[in-house]
Nanobody, 125 residues
Framework: QLQLEESGGGLVQPGGSLRLSCIAS????????VGWFRQAPGKERVGVSC????????NTADSVKGRFTISRDYSKNTVYLQMNDLTPEDTATYLC??????????????????WGQGTQVTVSS
């Protein structure tokens, strides 16, 4: 059973940066595609970015393109989401998810078999 744990969230001022980590245990994360999602209170879960198991393929939502970057560290069984130039609209709980197969659709929630509990990101002055 693959278990995922997110970390790195917190309170940051507009224009600031955070790096989220998705750390896996139980199974090698290297054999899974990984996606990052976010969910604000009262709103639907939306996809942010995704990356294939090999790292060869990735996609990022238009709303964060140019500001957010997904990356993998196979030695640490971890996937990161680097978030720059944050705005209040980025405030949400961020969740990572893992899947056996890769989907290039960042919003393909049904593709994912394993989910973390999420980490809160609050952007406010």
């Amino acid at each position: 059973q693959l278990q995922l744990e997110e970390s790195g969230g917190g309170l940051v001022q507009p224009g600031g940066s955070l790096r989220l980590s998705c750390i896996a245990s139980g199974l090698p994360l290297a054999s899974h595609a990984v996606g990052w999602f976010r969910q604000a209170p009262g709103k639907e879960r939306v996809g942010v970015s995704c990356v294939s198991s090999s790292g060869q393929y990735s996609n990022t939502a238009d709303s964060v393109k140019g500001r957010f970057t997904i990356s993998r560290d196979y030695s640490k069984n971890t996937v990161y989401l680097q978030m720059n130039d944050l705005t209040p609209e980025d405030t949400a709980t961020y969740l990572c998810a893992a899947a056996v197969g890769y989907s290039d659709d960042v919003n393909d929630v049904a593709n994912y078999d394993y989910w973390g509990q999420g980490t809160q990101v609050t952007v406010s002055s």
